[in-house]
């Protein structure tokens, strides 16, 4: 049974060059970053059960390439991506269940993110299994900063405007080597605009959205990924 469906505008981009923001201003230390943290799960939470519809094009070195794709979504924690050419042809498979993230092997376009980076550019905080809290900082404008160590030993960071993610940065030895940058629009589920940069690598995906469709579930086969 299907419920509705929403117009809605979302461009993830995969690019090579940084996007430097501004300086947030001095941070204060936040008292109690785990109660921070439970107030983000709460206005960030896993995605609705759903299907989205987009169309893509994507800019490599000596690659350009476009068509449409579909991204499917089932509570709490399960997401699948697949980009197809105008043909029909499939360019790219990945699934999401909980952090475990499976892409099809040999696939063309190697730009599926971490997983925790993947979750953040669905607007959905979710630092990821072994990733230790390290601290907070708070900024003026209503501007929430906290950071993870993970298993890698990289650092995490998410920026939160509102109780809205807004960015999270994925940085080795303190240089960010992966950004995701969120914009959002009063009652949208989705991020109106998530921006993914691969600030190491020469590629470019960008994702138009066309409609957000509730669903009451997907096929359970289609989470495995091969």
Do not use: K
Not at 107 to 115: H, I
Not at 151 to 158: A, F, I, M, S
Not at 211 to 217: A, F, G, L, Q
């Amino acid at each position: 049974m299907r419920f509705h469906i929403v117009p809605v505008t979302l461009g993830l981009i995969f690019v090579n060059n940084a996007c430097a923001g501004g300086s947030l201003g001095n941070p204060t230390p936040v008292s109690d970053p785990n109660g921070a943290v439970q107030e983000v799960r709460e206005s960030n939470p896993g995605p609705a059960t759903s299907q989205v519809i987009f169309e893509w094009d994507v800019r490599e070195p000596g690659l350009q390439l476009d068509g449409r794709g579909v991204t499917r979504l089932q509570s709490p924690d399960r997401a699948r991506l697949d980009l197809y050419m105008d043909n029909n042809e499939s360019v790219l498979a990945a699934s999401l269940v909980g952090d475990r993230l499976m892409a099809r092997e040999g696939t063309r376009l190697e730009v599926v993110p971490s997983p925790s980076m993947l979750w953040a550019s669905l607007g959905v905080f979710r630092p990821g299994a072994g990733a230790t809290l390290l601290g907070g900082e708070t900024f003026e404008g209503d501007v929430l900063r906290l950071r993870y160590r993970v298993v890698d030993g990289d650092e995490l960071r998410y920026e939160f405007r509102s109780g809205l993610m807004t960015r999270v940065e994925l940085r080795h030895n303190g240089d960010a080597i992966h950004r995701v940058s969120l914009s959002w629009d009063g009652g949208v589920e989705l991020p109106t605009e998530a921006i993914y940069r691969n600030l190491a690598s020469f590629s470019e995906l960008r994702v138009t959205v066309e409609t957000v469709e509730r669903v009451d579930s997907h096929p359970s086969d289609i989470w495995n990924v091969r």
